[in-house]
Antibody
């Protein structure tokens, strides 16, 4: 069964840094483009960014609110994708989901979600 | 960025009712819209891709339609397990964007 498991969520002060990890199993991780989506408490969903498969170039793309502060990387030997978050702001407080589209091709129909990990930015 | 505007933001309906949720995009996105259902404390679950293609295991009382800039999610014969928040998402171009959500409550 395909599965994504996030880890690393924590309480961090504004301006601090945090690393989230997502470990995949049950599918060919190296073939998939991996995304991070966040959800602020009681509010909606926001796409954070994604990383292409290495075979497609391994490019990382980001949403404007996190561009320049967050970095997505992947390690296909460990089936993991990582979200490095720097210069954290209070508005980065959210549940962070690791997400992918398992259908053939580099699509954005998110049919596999992790359970999420909570990041709280507060002084 | 493409804005996705959902309406209504919430609704209350009875078991057996027909429910329609609308999503409008700020520009033409062809049929590149997905719909998700999210129950409290859970991750979203995809219901429909490419505007109208039902995902495996999703009941046939749920359907999607539309193209261009206007899309709808319809639940015919609402069931208690349909109580959730529903989101549309455009998959046309990055940054990928979601609608604000529609909370469906059972009377």
């Amino acid at each position: 069964e395909a599965q994504l498991v996030e880890s690393g969520g924590a309480l961090v002060k504004p301006g601090g840094s945090l690393r989230l990890s997502c470990t995949a199993s049950g599918f060919t991780f190296s073939s998939e483009w991996m995304n991070w989506v966040r959800q602020t408490p009681g509010k909606g969903l926001e796409w954070v960014g994604r990383i292409w498969s290495i075979n497609d170039g391994g490019t990382a793309e980001y949403g404007a609110p996190v561009n320049g502060r967050f970095t997505i990387s992947r390690d296909d030997s460990e089936n993991t994708v990582t979200l490095d978050m720097n210069s954290l702001k209070i508005e980065d407080t959210a549940i962070y989901y690791c997400v992918t589209d398992l259908k053939i091709g580099a699509g954005s129909d998110f049919d596999l979600w992790g359970r999420g990990t909570l990041v709280t930015v507060s002084s | 960025d493409i804005q996705m505007t959902q309406s209504p933001s919430s609704l209350s309906a009875s078991v057996g009712d027909r429910v329609t949720i609308t999503c409008r995009s700020s520009q033409n996105i062809n049929r590149n819209v997905n719909w998700y259902q999210q129950r409290p404390g859970k991750a979203p679950k995809i219901l429909i891709n490419t505007a109208s293609d039902l995902e495996p295991g999703v009941p046939s009382r749920i359907s999607g339609s539309g193209s261009g800039t206007e899309f709808t999610l319809t639940i015919t014969s609402l069931q208690p397990e349909d109580s959730a928040t529903y989101y549309c998402q455009q998959s046309y171009i990055v940054p990928l964007t979601f609608g604000g959500g529609t909370k469906v409550e059972i009377k």
